[in-house]
């Protein structure tokens, strides 16, 4: 069923209330109600499902790993192909198999475009969409399990937002930071505008506030996240602007920008790259889908083969030791061998270290759906492993280029008796914690020399003193 208004008022009391028992019984030195949460898809998600976290410590739940026993399980769902849906499925089958009486909230982006699929599976009790995603506690009310799923799916609003954070909550080393929601490209294929909405900016203000929180909490490093970031807009302010805002905030000393779409990027950005100085890091994440001219048409992208090539080429000489990877998109309607040939050497020849493949996966709704010329899921998968192999191979002659060389490394928590973390570039790196005996090198920068490679990392030493 579909929550109206006057259930909502309900629902927030019931919230309220909820809180208030909470926090009498972890007073009364009673066991706090537990709750878990597990995310699907992309960084976005990662960040409002820290969010959420932080929303669940603050109403006295104690938040345990995923697959502990639990009281309250929010599942944070993805819907961009069909292989996403049947994980967030199987998901929510297990937590409810393994807590019968368990209350089960899923959300997101698969809630929002595949409620009956979802409303068939019994034992879910909410159904919320991305409209209500982070105010997900207002509606789980004294969790008690409902006989049918209430369903909160309201329409996406197009008003720029604010985010309701909370700022005493522990914190990850590297920060993800939500500036930007929703897209107005509607490329063929793609599900998201269903799912998140039209472009909308996070209002600056509100932005700035919770990255001055992370800052005096210790991060080091935010990543700004979004579905389409470039096409920031608020007040006046672009991205560069949210750049420059975040670069004069005491204690951040760097910025990552994700995924972020080609024709969107101003052209202030590279200078701040190629500073050493600025905060702002040598990395692009830059979508291509496809290296063939005519998939891209198909596929509605806003700029054609030799339009991103250039401005690639210009990217990478323009910015000393940038990171370039991409996203491929393998298997679209009436992609043919010669055609995907052509997408491997476009990527092969291009100044990439690397690139994200995904399958072509239908989703009801979009143009690409409709089209009959759908290429057999066989052929989609042997092809997207050939490109894959070759994405390691130009990744291993990425790094190969770092061999003995000496960068700083911004470290994290660590994991076992190694410290990982990543250079300027991206390049992630490994530490053995006995290279500095004694110190706690978590949240720590140091200039480590990179003597090997393993897998996707590197592995580090301390520079010799007298080569310091």
């Known amino acids: 069923m579909l ?44 960040y409002e499902t820290e969010v959420l976290r932080d929303k669940l410590a603050a109403a006295g739940y104690r938040v345990v790993e995923w697959g502990e026993p639990a009281d309250l399980a929010i599942i944070n769902t993805c819907t961009v192909t069909g292989l996403a849906e ?136 935010l990543v700004l996240t979004g579905v389409n970031i470039g096409t920031y807009d608020n007040a006046g302010t672009d991205i560069l602007g949210v750049v420059d805002a975040l670069a004069a905030i005491p204690g951040i000393d760097r910025i990552r920008i994700g995924s972020i779409e080609p024709k969107t990027i101003p052209d202030g950005i590279f200078d701040r790259m190629s500073d050493p100085a600025h905060p702002l890091m040598p990395f692009l994440h830059l979508p291509i889908q496809s290296g063939c001219e005519r998939i891209l048409r198909d596929m509605h992208r806003h700029y054609t083969l030799t339009e991103y090539l250039e401005f690639v080429e210009q990217i990478a000489s323009r910015v000393p030791d940038i990171c370039i990877g991409t996203d491929i998109m393998i298997g679209f309607p009436g992609e043919t061998d010669e055609e995907f040939a052509e997408t491997c050497a476009t990527f092969m020849n291009g100044p990439f270290a690397y690139c994200h493949v995904f399958t072509y996966s239908e989703r009801a709704g979009t143009p690409a759906a409709r089209r009959p010329d759908r290429v057999p899921v066989p052929v989609r998968q042997r092809r997207s492993a050939a490109l894959r192999a070759l994405s390691s191979q130009k ?28 250079t300027r570039n991206y390049l992630r790196v490994i530490l053995p914690a006995s290279e500095f005996p004694g110190e706690a090198l978590a949240n720590q920068m140091r200039t480590v020399r990179l003597i090997s490679v393993a897998g996707d990392a590197f592995y580090a030493t301390r520079i010799p003193e007298f080569h310091r």
């Open 3 to 46: 929550r109206n208004s006057q259930d909502s008022s309900a629902a927030l009391k019931g919230v309220s209330a909820a809180t208030a028992n909470s926090e009498n019984v972890a007073h009364a030195g009673l066991p706090a109600r537990r709750a878990c949460i597990f995310t699907l898809g992309c960084r976005l998600n990662q």
């Open 86 to 221: 049947a994980k967030c499925r199987q998901i929510i089958r297990g937590f409810i198999k393994a807590n019968p009486q368990g209350f089960c909230a899923v959300v997101g982006c698969y809630s929002q475009t595949g409620t009956p699929a979802l409303a068939r599976i019994p034992g879910i009790d909410l159904i919320v969409g991305n409209q209500d995603k982070l105010n997900v506690l207002d509606y789980v009310g004294d969790g008690t399990k409902n006989a049918v799923p209430v369903i909160v799916r309201e329409k996406i609003s197009r008003e720029d937002f604010s985010v309701s954070f909370v700022g005493e909550m522990p914190f990850n080393k590297r920060a993800n930071i939500k500036v930007q929601d929703g897209c107005n490209f509607m490329c063929s294929y793609c599900i998201i505008p269903f799912a998140r909405g039209r472009a909308r900016s996070r209002e600056l203000g509100n932005l700035l506030d919770e990255a001055r929180s992370l800052a005096s909490r210790g991060v080091r490093e």
């Open 395 to 422: 990744r291993r002659a990425f790094m190969e280029r770092y061999l003995g060389k000496d960068v700083e490394v911004l470290f994290e928590n660590p994991a076992g008796d190694t410290f990982p973390g990543y």
